[in-house]
């Protein structure tokens, strides 16, 4: 067996491993918030899923950015890939936090909330990413244009991240400068559902950068066989 795929799987051990201690530590070991109540353990998956988006999509556009210095299509793969699973996990940072605000707030959706405001845009710049490699043709242009939509959309993370700071918000501030209202088994929950939701992320990555590498190579054998003709179909 290859490295790569003993990493693979020493990764997703870990991430099954700290997925289900996550679980156990949320809704078992973690006490009720004082004020918020149950609803808050959707905090720690909220969370993880927002940490995990925001990654993703910079690993995006890191890959376009390398892509458009080189245009070498391993980093145009690169950064397809972080795409399609940073918007998995934008999409249930979304969900998870509209069930949160449901609970907390009585409400889904504050449009006024800066933060929830820049999240949406964020994911559908993400959503037009993918829209367009689906319906462009594959080669340098739709590499090129995609690399463009993932430095737009990355614009997004910094300001995202720092909107509760910059304007005043609905949603907390979940890193607080005066150590927040977390306690211990909370802040412990949390950073384990963090742990296990990136070692997850970078377990689909690589699984899903092997698969692209295989649909290339089938592409590759396709082009020979065709351009050398040894092989009759009739």
């Given at each position: 067996m290859k490295r790569s795929g003993i990493l693979t799987i020493i990764m997703?051990?870990?991430?099954?491993?700290?997925?289900?201690?996550?679980?156990y530590l949320a809704f078992v070991w973690a006490p009720t918030h004082e004020t918020m109540g149950e609803v808050q353990r959707i905090f720690y998956f909220h969370v993880a899923s927002a940490w995990v988006s925001y990654l993703a999509?910079?690993?995006?556009?890191?890959?376009?950015?390398?892509?458009?210095?080189?245009?070498?299509?391993?980093y145009d793969i690169l950064a397809f890939s972080s795409a399609e699973i940073g918007i998995v996990f934008c999409t249930i940072a979304?969900?998870?936090?509209?069930?949160?605000?449901?609970?907390?707030?009585?409400?889904?959706?504050?449009?006024?909330?800066?933060?929830?405001?820049l999240t949406l845009v964020m994911w559908l710049v993400f959503i037009a990413y993918l829209?367009?490699?689906?319906?462009?043709?594959?080669?340098?242009?739709?590499?090129?244009?995609?690399a463009v939509f993932g430095i737009i959309g990355?614009?997004?993370?910094p300001l995202s991240f720092a909107a509760n700071r910059i304007w005043t918000q609905y949603h907390p501030t979940v890193i607080a400068s005066a150590g927040g209202s977390l306690q211990t088994s909370m802040v412990l929950t949390l950073v384990t559902a963090v742990f296990a939701f990136t070692f997850l992320y970078f377990s689909i990555l690589m699984i899903k950068?092997?698969?692209?590498?295989?649909?290339e190579e089938i592409e590759e054998i396709k082009q020979e066989i065709g351009d050398n003709g040894e092989i009759d179909y009739g």
């Open positions: 997703m051990l870990a991430a099954a491993i700290l997925t289900f201690t996550g679980i999509f910079i690993i995006t556009f890191i890959g376009s950015l390398l892509y458009l210095k080189t245009e070498d299509m391993k979304i969900i998870t936090g509209g069930l949160w605000a449901q609970g907390v707030w009585g409400v889904f959706w504050i449009w006024e909330d800066m933060k929830l405001f829209a367009l490699r689906a319906n462009s043709d594959p080669g340098k242009a739709r590499a090129r244009l995609s990355f614009m997004c993370i950068l092997d698969i692209e590498k295989m649909k």
